[in-house]
Nanobody, 123 residues
């Protein structure tokens, strides 16, 4: 398994931007598909975005056009750039990783998870 540590969360006003980071331990980063999920209070966890080892990306319809995902293999880190944030984006955001897997949006496919980081969008 891979240890994942998220950073960059916080409180932001609607319409503003925030960038989350997720740093992975171990030497399997380059061969891992990585993703972001989120869970709002009282709701089920939902897929946000994913990026394959080769850089292919995938977004949930709710964030398409507003969020971007990228990876820096030299730093074993992925980023979630969140623009034009809305109150409904408020949630705990989780980073996840799966080794040697096709790009997927199913949480059950991911074997490693971070602790989560709070993002609150409020005026």
């Amino acid at each position: 398994q891979v240890e994942l540590v998220e950073s960059g969360g916080g409180l932001v006003q609607p319409g503003n931007s925030l960038r989350l980071s997720c740093t992975a331990s171990g030497q399997t980063f380059r061969r891992s598909s990585m993703a972001w999920f989120r869970q709002a209070p009282g709701k089920e966890r939902e897929f946000v975005s994913a990026i394959s080892g080769g850089g292919t990306t995938y977004f949930a319809d709710s964030v398409k056009g507003r969020f971007g995902i990228s990876r820096d293999s030299s730093e074993n880190t992925i980023f979630l750039q969140m623009n034009d944030l809305k109150p409904e984006d408020t949630a705990v955001y989780y980073c996840a990783a799966v080794l040697l897997s096709p790009l997927t949006n199913k949480g059950a496919d991911f074997g490693s998870w971070g602790q989560g980081i709070q993002v609150t969008v409020s005026s």
